[in-house]
C-alpha cells in the first residue's frame, strides 16, 4: 500500500485559522503527534478531529487545555485524542469510532518517520462481525452490573443498591465518553464527568438534577448513604430513591445504545458510498399560545434569567382569564413576583390576571416527599410554554411519597386556628382595643390560605403575595370563589391591605365597626370552611363566636 506523506499544510481543508494555528504550534512542541483525521460536519454530526498521539501522558494533558473547550463552543469542532496503541486495539476490538472518524480519506496529517500508522480497510462484512461482539460485551457487563442493583434492591440493602448504581454509572459515562469522545478522561469524580460530557451531548442535562454548582443530587444521595453505611439495615434512604437511580441510569444507556445505532447506520452507509441523512427531529409539545400569555412569558424572561415556565392552570370567569405559571430559577423573590404581575398587567388587558409561583429546582427535589402530588402533574412536556435550553432535568420523581403528613398538618391547622382566636379575643375586648388588629387578620389570611393549600395540594407555597395565595386557594377548591363578595364589600383594597398590614408599621389603629365586622365575618367564614375540610381528622375545633366573648 502506497504511504501518503501528510504535511501540515493539509490543516487548510478544516477551514479554520484558530485550529490550523493550534495543530501547527503542536507539532513546533515536544509532542508526538501520529496521525491527524478530519471529519467534516454532516446533519446531525459536529465536526470531529481526531488526533492520534505516541504518549498517553500526552493525551491527558491535551484534553485539559482550553481551546479544546473552545473549539467546539465557538466553531463546533469536537476535538478528539487517543494515543497510538489503544487505537490500534480500539480498532481491533471492533470500536465503531475508529472505523468512522479514522477512516483513510479523514486522514490530513501523518508521521512520515512512523511506522505504526492506522489503516482502516476491512470490508463491511468484517467490522459488523468485530462490531457485534464489541456491542455485545457492553451489554453483558451492563445487564449483569443491573441485575445484581435489582437483586439489592429487592433485599433492600441501601448502601449495595447505591455501591452498585455508582458502578453503572461510572460504567456508562465511560463508554458515552468512548463513544462521543474516543477516549475517556481521567477523572474518577462522577460529577466532573457529567459536566464534561454534556458540554458535547446537552442531553445528559435532562437526566441529574444539579444540587449546586458543583455536585448532582443522586451523586451527593449516594456519597451520603456510604458515608451513613453503619446504619444500612434503617431505611432511611430506601425504596423512594431507587426508582430516581434506575430511571437515570436507563436514560445513559439508552443514550449508549442509540449512538451504537447511530455509528452502524453511518458506517453501512459509508460502506455503500452514501450519507446518511438521518437527523433527530426536535419537536416543541407546548400548549397553544394566546397573545396574553406570550407577553406575560415576554415580559418575565426580560426581567430575570429563568430555567422554565410552565402554565399549569387557566380559568375563565366571566370577561376574565387567570393564568397560573410556575416559575423554574434561581433567586426569585416574592417583591420579584410582584412586581412582575404588575408589568405583565401594565402591558396586558384589565380582563387578565396572572398568579406565579417560583421555585429552583433542588428545593422542588428536596420538597418531593410531601410536595410530589402537587408538581407531577405541572412539571410535564404538555405545560411547559418556555425552556432557557431543552436539557433541563425533570426532577428524580420518588416512587413512594405520604400525602397524609399528620404532623405538619397538625401544625399548619392549629397556627390558623390560633390566628382566629387571637383575633377574636381582639375583637371581643371591652376596652375596644384594637392595637395589632390588622397583622393578625392579616396574619390568619396569611396562615389560613398555606393551610388550606397544603391541606388540599400537599404543596406548601413561600409567603406570596396574598392575591396568589387566595388564587390557588381557589385553584384548590373554585367553590371558595363564594366568600370573595365579602373582600369586595372590604371599604379598603383587599389584598393591598393584607400585604401591607404583613409588616409592623408604627401607628395607632383604628377601625369603624362596619370593618371589624367584615374582618369578623371573612374569618369565620374561612374557618368553617377549613373545620370541613379537615374535618373528623381531630385537628382543630369549630370556633364558635361565644368561645372568644369572656
Not at 92 to 114: M, R, T, V
Request: aromatic share 14%; glycine share 2%; net charge negative.
Amino acid at each position: 500500500m502506497k504511504t501518503l506523506n501528510l504535511s501540515p499544510n493539509s490543516f487548510s481543508k478544516i477551514g479554520n485559522e484558530f485550529i490550523e494555528n493550534v495543530l501547527k504550534q503542536l507539532l513546533s512542541e515536544h509532542y508526538l503527534i501520529i496521525q491527524i483525521f478530519y471529519n467534516e460536519a454532516g446533519n446531525s454530526e459536529c465536526a470531529r478531529l481526531v488526533i492520534v498521539l505516541e504518549h498517553s501522558k500526552d493525551v491527558k494533558e491535551l484534553q485539559k487545555q482550553k481551546w479544546v473547550k473552545k473549539a467546539f463552543v465557538e466553531y463546533q469542532i469536537m476535538v478528539c485524542f487517543n494515543y497510538s496503541t489503544r487505537v490500534h486495539r480500539q480498532y481491533s476490538l471492533g470500536h465503531p469510532f475508529i472505523e468512522l472518524y479514522c477512516k483513510p480519506s479523514a486522514l490530513i496529517y501523518q508521521n512520515p518517520d512512523y511506522g505504526n500508522l492506522l489503516h482502516v480497510k476491512r470490508d463491511w462484512k468484517k467490522f459488523n462481525k468485530k462490531f457485534s461482539t464489541y456491542k455485545d460485551s457492553f451489554f453483558h457487563d451492563h445487564n449483569l452490573l443491573l441485575s445484581q442493583a435489582s437483586q439489592f434492591i429487592s433485599e433492600n440493602s441501601s448502601l449495595s443498591v447505591v455501591i452498585l448504581f455508582e458502578k453503572l454509572f461510572q460504567y456508562d459515562l465511560e463508554y458515552l465518553e468512548n463513544l462521543y469522545l474516543g477516549n475517556t478522561c481521567d477523572i474518577n469524580d462522577a460529577n466532573k464527568r457529567i459536566m464534561n460530557l454534556s458540554v458535547y451531548i446537552p442531553k445528559i442535562q435532562k437526566y441529574f438534577v444539579k444540587q449546586n454548582s458543583d455536585s448532582y443530587y443522586l451523586l451527593a444521595l449516594i456519597e451520603e448513604v456510604k458515608r451513613d453505611s453503619y446504619d444500612d439495615d434503617v431505611m432511611i434512604y430506601c425504596d423512594e430513591m431507587y426508582e430516581a437511580f434506575t430511571i437515570a441510569e436507563h436514560s445513559l444507556f439508552c443514550l449508549i445504545k442509540k449512538q451504537l445505532d447511530n455509528f452502524k447506520n453511518l458506517i453501512k452507509s459509508s460502506f455503500a458510498e452514501k450519507r446518511n441523512t438521518d437527523s433527530p427531529v426536535i419537536t416543541d409539545s407546548t400548549n397553544q399560545r394566546d397573545e396574553a400569555l406570550d407577553v406575560a412569558v415576554e415580559t418575565i424572561v426580560s426581567a430575570g434569567e429563568l430555567e422554565e415556565i410552565y402554565l399549569f392552570h387557566k380559568v375563565v370567569y366571566g370577561e376574565r382569564t387567570t393564568y397560573y405559571l410556575l416559575l423554574i430559577g434561581f433567586n426569585i423573590s416574592n417583591d420579584f413576583l410582584r412586581n412582575i404581575r404588575h408589568k405583565i398587567r401594565d402591558r396586558s388587558t384589565e380582563t387578565n390576571d396572572y398568579v406565579l409561583i417560583a421555585h429552583d429546582r433542588q428545593w422542588i427535589q428536596k420538597s418531593l416527599t410531601i410536595q410530589q402530588p402537587f408538581f407531577v402533574n405541572i412539571i410535564q412536556e404538555k405545560n411547559k410554554i418556555y425552556e432557557s435550553n431543552p436539557y433541563h432535568p425533570e426532577p428524580h420523581w420518588q416512587s413512594f411519597y405520604d400525602t397524609s403528613n399528620y404532623l405538619s398538618l397538625l401544625s399548619y391547622c392549629k397556627s390558623t386556628e390560633g390566628s382566629a382566636k387571637q383575633f377574636w379575643g381582639i375583637t371581643k375586648n371591652k376596652e375596644e382595643n384594637y392595637q395589632g388588629l390588622p397583622y393578625i387578620f392579616s396574619l390568619f389570611f396569611l396562615s389560613f390560605c398555606r393551610t388550606y393549600i397544603f391541606t388540599k395540594l400537599c404543596y406548601e407555597p413561600h409567603y406570596l403575595p396574598s392575591h396568589f395565595l387566595w388564587k390557588l386557594c381557589l385553584y384548590a377548591n373554585p367553590e371558595l370563589k363564594r366568600h370573595e363578595y365579602l373582600f369586595d364589600e372590604f371599604r379598603l383594597k383587599f389584598f393591598s391591605f393584607l400585604d401591607h398590614n404583613r409588616k409592623l408599621h408604627d401607628r395607632l389603629d383604628y377601625f369603624e365597626k362596619e370593618d371589624i365586622e367584615k374582618m369578623k365575618a371573612i374569618v369565620e367564614k374561612l374557618m368553617d370552611e377549613l373545620y370541613e375540610l379537615v374535618a373528623g381528622r381531630g385537628l382543630i375545633s369549630k370556633i364558635e363566636e361565644n368561645e372568644t366573648a369572656e
